[in-house]
């Protein structure tokens, strides 16, 4: 008997680790006209720790509130209980794995992916709920990326009905009016911004290259604040950060708060070639939230795709060892401290809603990055797709308010 209470003493603690929620946000469940409807703070009945917000109701022929659902946001910025569901928030490479977890190591399923990708590069994004049966070698693939960090978590922790992966496609290219590149930002619900003023975030922030070219990916450890409107708080220094370069069939994965884009000057120059393409799948994993205005990819298009139902040469779901990820601290680092190429350079990237509100400023040096990434190359080792970017004090990196461009009175 003695041995039977132990086990649900630690069973109850481990319960009552719970992170403190910090805002609950009521979501009008029916679209109907509101425009009237101011957004207001409901406070009643919260503790100091706690913050209710929703718009105003409107009232209806019968003088009733609208019916709401709610999502909770806690301290740490997450949809509540993501933050204690056991998710591996770390950043982490799979640099040779995930191809044949996911059914990318043949050319011929690349290939289709691939092209796949770029019909369906269109600027929106498209949601596939957990559970659902994909329809396309696009959903399958969102599918393996939801199910590879998923696999082990508390299943008490996040409810499937509410929880999926929102998943997009990226292209660049020589001349391509973006700067070959992708520009910084924060993961989010842009709807939940314009409605309510709040970043939400996914759990999970994802992606897949399916082409060895293009800019690399830097993620940064700089979480943005909770409310939009605090503006100052989108600011400040950064310690580290993570380079990773494009590699055909590999993935990525790091905490959905986190600042991050694609920048082409830190780009390899075998990597920008002429004539060069940079494809990528993204897939943000969300967990007990469906972002607003995300739907599923339109059935009448499904059609357009290369591939429905399966990958070549395999069965119509692909199987394969989980895959285990590189966590970023294994990979080599360059730090901003010493600049003993003497070639550190101050890059400068103006982002924000309008790409106006912020810069990131970001001391690099070149011959820095190409020395580690090189020499193990040099000495027949395996290529480096990933490495550490530290910021030290004195020159760090850094989100500042961006300079105005207009002209100053004299």
Not at 264 to 270: I, S, T
Request: hydrophobic residues 30%; aromatic residues 8%.
């Amino acid at each position: 008997g003695g041995r039977s209470r132990r086990r649900v003493m630690a069973t109850d603690t481990k319960r009552r680790r719970i992170t403190p929620v910090a805002m609950v946000l009521h979501l009008d469940e029916e679209e109907e006209d509101d425009e009237d409807a101011e957004e207001t703070w409901e406070e009643e009945g919260c503790g100091d720790d706690e913050k209710q917000f929703a718009p105003a109701a409107a009232d209806d022929d019968r003088g009733e509130a609208r019916n709401r659902e709610s999502v909770a946001i806690d301290v740490e910025g997450r949809v509540g209980g993501v933050s204690d569901c056991g998710l591996d928030f770390s950043f982490r490479s799979y640099p040779e794995s995930f191809d044949r977890y996911a059914g990318l190591s043949s050319p011929e399923a690349c290939d289709v992916i691939t092209e796949d990708c770029r019909e369906c590069f269109v600027g929106e994004s498209f949601w596939l709920a957990a559970g659902a049966e994909p329809r396309c070698a696009l959903e399958e693939l969102a599918r393996k990326v939801f199910e590879l960090h998923v696999a082990g978590i508390d299943g008490t922790k996040w409810d499937a009905t509410k929880s999926g992966a929102e998943w997009w496609t990226q292209v660049r290219h020589e001349n391509d009016g973006q700067k070959e590149a992708v520009s910084f930002h924060w993961d989010k619900d842009e709807d939940l911004v314009d409605d309510f003023g709040v970043n939400v975030h996914p759990a999970i922030s994802t992606v897949t290259y399916l082409t060895t070219s293009g800019a690399p990916t830097l993620v940064l450890d700089h979480v943005p604040p909770m409310m939009y409107e605090d503006v100052e708080q989108f600011r400040g220094a950064v310690g580290q950060g993570y380079l990773s370069f494009p590699k055909q069939g590999k993935h990525i994965a790091f905490d959905g708060r986190l600042l991050h884009g694609a920048p082409r000057e830190l780009a390899k120059p075998r990597h920008v070639e002429k004539g060069y393409e940079r494809v990528s799948f993204l897939v943000n994993i969300w967990l007990n939230y469906r972002p607003r205005a995300i739907e599923p990819f339109p059935q009448e298009e499904i059609g357009n795709l290369g591939l429905r139902g399966g990958f070549p040469g395999t069965s119509a779901r692909p199987t394969g060892d989980v895959p285990e990820g590189v966590g970023g601290d294994r990979y080599p680092s360059i730090s901003s401290r010493n600049d003993r190429f003497g070639d550190m350079r101050e890059f400068r990237y103006d982002f924000g809603e309008t790409g106006t509100e912020h810069t990131l400023v970001l001391p690099v040096s070149i011959k820095a990055l190409d020395s580690v990434t090189d020499a193990r190359e040099g000495k027949g080792g395996s290529p480096v797709d990933c490495v550490r970017l530290r910021f030290a004090r004195g020159a760090e990196a850094a989100v500042v308010e961006q300079e105005s461009k207009e002209p100053r009175r004299s």
